[in-house]
Each structure stands twice: as C-alpha cells, then as structure tokens.
C-alpha cells in the first residue's frame, strides 16, 4: 500500500524558515515528478513548485528566491525549504507525486506565517 506521509510545518514570523518533507512508502513504485502546492484561506489551490524526471524544478513567481525544492536519489521523497517567509504564504500545503498509475497528494500541513 502506498502513503505519502508529509511533515514539518507550523507557525512562524515573517522573515523566517520552515522546512517542509513529504516521503513516499511503498515498494516498486517509480515517480515522475513530485511537488508542492497550497491553499490558502478562501482562494484556490494553487502551484508552488515541482520537481521532475531528470531534477528539472519549477516555481511560482511568488516563491522564486525565497523556497527551494529538492528530492533523494530514489525520487520517493520531496521537500520544500522555505525562506524569508512572508504572511501570504500562510496556507495549507500539499505534497503530490505523480506515479506511473497514480496521483498521490499529501494530507496537508499548516504554515502560518505572522507578521
């Protein structure tokens, strides 16, 4: 059975860090990209930042400097370091992994970022 089991996360000032992981269980499973993407409160789920085959990355103009994203070598866990945190970024944020089969998506953490 396959999970995607996310952590990291919670509550802090604008200016600061968070480091956000996100693992993926599960045997034979072979990935194709992996990214995070975030709700905030009333607004739509929208993209941060993904990784894909061959380490190519992307990001949402309103994250390019301050968030980086990364994963292992076996391409099943992905994270997103989060610097210079301003308040717009407070939401909920979900990993998703795409499989050969499948689309996986995190169960959500909270960030919450106070100015």
């Known amino acids: 059975q396959v999970q995607l089991v996310e952590s990291g996360g919670g509550a802090v000032q604008a200016g600061g860090s968070l480091l956000l992981s996100c693992v993926l269980s599960?045997?034979?499973?072979?990935?194709?990209?992996l990214g995070w993407y975030r709700q905030a409160p009333g607004k739509q789920l929208e993209f941060v930042a993904l990784v894909a085959e061959g380490g190519r990355t992307n990001y949402a103009d309103s994250v390019k400097g301050r968030f980086t994203i990364s994963s292992d070598n076996a391409k099943t866990a992905v994270y997103l370091q989060m610097n210079n945190l301003k308040p717009e970024d407070t939401a909920l944020y979900y990993c998703?992994?795409?499989?050969?089969?499948?689309?996986?998506w995190g169960q959500g953490l909270q960030v919450t970022v106070s100015s």
């Open positions: 998703r992994v795409i499989t050969t089969a499948v689309v996986y």
């Open positions: 599960g045997n034979n499973v072979v990935t194709h990209n």
